[in-house]
């Protein structure tokens, strides 16, 4: 592949080529952005070990619907792009940099496709073995980590004692905070900080919060693509709920973990856009200015999917005259 795509991705600052790569491709582009961003000169990392890193947790995602290594990609890729066209890696130091690569690739790791919801009320092994609160958060941090220091993919060998024990500790932190449960709470520590005389510094705590954020917006950058490209992911979300209700029946559980519908996903996704994305992605504009263009968009896409709420009220409305 050579770097061509890389190039177009800092080049065009075009955020879905990837989806249309081949699965050697985006593995190609991942050890790419790893080694343009400067780690494994700095962290003392061979290509084979990074290369086995990305293989060894890429070998762990599940094909399901929505949250997949694709997936995995799309974060990461975003996660590079907040980084550098957006600047953000100005605001942190090289060791948070690559903490939040790592972070994105494993965020979902093993991810089967259900939500925290049905773990918990199934009491599956996921529950069984990493508890009740996120217990999937928990899960994609754990693997995420043993994979990092495991024989032949250990990436975290070379680091210093302090920067192995930083990564270790942030990594858990940031993945821990895409559990959408958190939200609210993680903006309003987010928003105090920012808010506090002087804003955000760049002590370890102020630091590790903005990687959280950092980490939550790339999860969620279906939200600052194209119309057409968030849509075609929207939809991948309404298909794992549906895939989600098939386990739900198999297991006996008679209230689904996962609302969403088709009918309703103009409603839902509307509601996120309004109160939870749009929110979030400006509040990271206040600290990173070149996130302008992620407000943007979120918010045109929050303006269509109202229309499309709008519309599908109006037709329910003459359905039942």
């Not at 061509?4 to 800092?10: F, I, P, R, S, Y």
């Not at 808010?195 to 950092?214: F, I, N, P, Q, V």
């Not at 009918?263 to 994305?277: D, I, R």
């Not at 400006?282 to 200015?289: L, R, W």
Request: with cysteine; hydrophobic share 40%.
């Amino acid at each position: 592949m050579g770097s061509e795509h890389l190039q177009k991705l800092d080049e065009e600052k075009n955020a879905t080529i990837h989806w249309s790569l081949p699965a050697e491709d985006q593995m190609q582009l991942c050890e790419e952005m790893f080694t343009s961003l400067g780690f494994l000169e700095a962290f003392s990392i061979s290509p084979d070990t990074l290369r086995q890193f990305l293989r060894s947790i890429k070998a762990q995602y599940k094909e399901v619907p929505y949250h997949n290594f694709n997936h995995a990609v799309d974060v990461t890729v975003s996660s590079y792009l907040i980084l550098t066209a957006c600047n953000a890696r100005a605001q942190l130091k090289p060791v948070d940099v690559f903490t939040l690569m790592v972070a994105a690739i494993g965020h979902d790791v093993a991810h089967p496709g259900l939500t925290n919801g049905f773990h918990v009320h199934a009491q599956s092994d996921v529950f069984k073995e990493f508890g009740e609160v996120s217990p999937l958060e928990t899960m994609h941090a754990t693997k995420t980590l043993a994979t990092a220091t495991a024989e032949g993919s250990n990436i975290l060998a070379g680091l210093s004692d302090e920067d192995r024990g930083w990564v270790r500790e942030v990594a858990e932190f940031v993945i821990l905070g895409t559990d959408m449960a958190t939200h609210f709470d993680i903006m309003k520590d987010f928003n105090a900080r920012c808010e506090r005389d002087g804003g955000l510094t760049d002590s370890k705590d102020d630091r590790k919060a903005l990687l959280r954020m950092l980490l939550k917006a790339a999860d969620l950058g279906i939200c600052g693509k194209p119309w057409d490209s968030h849509k075609e992911w929207a939809d991948y979300l309404v298909q794992e709920a549906y895939f989600q209700r098939e386990q739900e029946a198999q297991v006996g559980l008679t209230e689904t973990q996962n609302p969403m519908k088709w009918e309703t996903q103009a409603k839902g996704q509307n509601w996120f856009l309004t109160n939870m994305c749009c929110p979030m992605f400006e509040a990271i504009q206040g600290t990173v200015p070149g996130f302008e263009s992620w407000v943007g968009t979120s918010k045109s896409i929050q303006t269509r999917w109202s229309e499309l709420e709008q519309q599908a009220a109006a037709a329910d409305v003459q359905a039942d005259a």
